[in-house]
């Protein structure tokens, strides 16, 4: 009878699982979840701003292809920036080329900090990131590489001239994700 105890006692569908197989199937969870929030994900890229300082005339380049032409998609601008960076706003040029040459030029203004002076981005620590709209239900509909440059056109208040080195930008990305079916 004894046995036959300890045999259902280890059958038991409340069994205690080894700490190893809770942590393996939290971080499965976890690894599935993570993947599946960025399915619409089709390009991203950083580039890293050297020191902290962004010099005005030293735009961020990126380039991407093959994207599906049937297909609408939004364009994001990344930015990271640091405690150092002392504006609440962040004026940026930007050109879009496409392969036949058309360039498309926006400037574009971006809000980085509430009026109490609290960063918008997400992060822990002195770095906070900030994905900000950048085209939103665009298509691509030429084969061929398509270009896009990136640079700021911040200046002090007051000051005609632009300020030739932005500090506290630490990478400048771009995101391309397939815009939702309506």
Same mark, same amino acid.
Do not use: A, C, H
């Given at each position: 009878k004894r046995k036959n105890e300890e045999r259902k006692r280890e059958e038991s569908p409340t069994q205690k699982h080894h700490p190893m197989q809770n942590k393996f199937l939290f971080m499965l969870i976890a690894v599935l979840s993570l993947s599946s929030c960025n399915e619409m994900l089709v390009y991203s890229d950083y580039q890293p701003?050297? =020191?902290?300082? $962004?010099?005005m005339d030293e735009g961020v380049d990126f380039q991407f292809s093959e994207l599906d032409s049937t297909q609408t998609y939004n364009m994001f601008i990344n930015i990271r920036n640091d405690d150092s960076f002392a504006f609440s706003n962040l004026f940026l040029i930007t050109e879009l080329e496409y392969p036949g040459g058309t360039t498309v030029k926006d400037t574009l203004e971006y809000r980085m900090a509430d009026?109490?002076?609290?960063? /918008?981005?997400?992060? /822990?620590?002195?770095?906070? =990131?900030?994905? /900000? $709209?950048?085209? =939103?239900?665009i298509?691509?509909?030429?084969?061929?590489v398509y270009k896009v440059n990136i640079s700021h056109a911040m200046r002090k208040n007051g000051d005609v001239e632009g300020l030739h080195v932005l500090e506290g930008i630490t990478d400048v990305g771009l995101e391309i994700e397939k815009a939702p079916k309506l």
């Open positions: 701003i050297k =020191e902290g300082k $962004w010099r009026p109490s002076g609290q960063w /918008l981005g997400k992060g /822990l620590g002195s770095v906070k =990131e900030n994905k /900000l $709209w950048f085209k =939103e239900n298509d691509f509909p030429n084969s061929g």
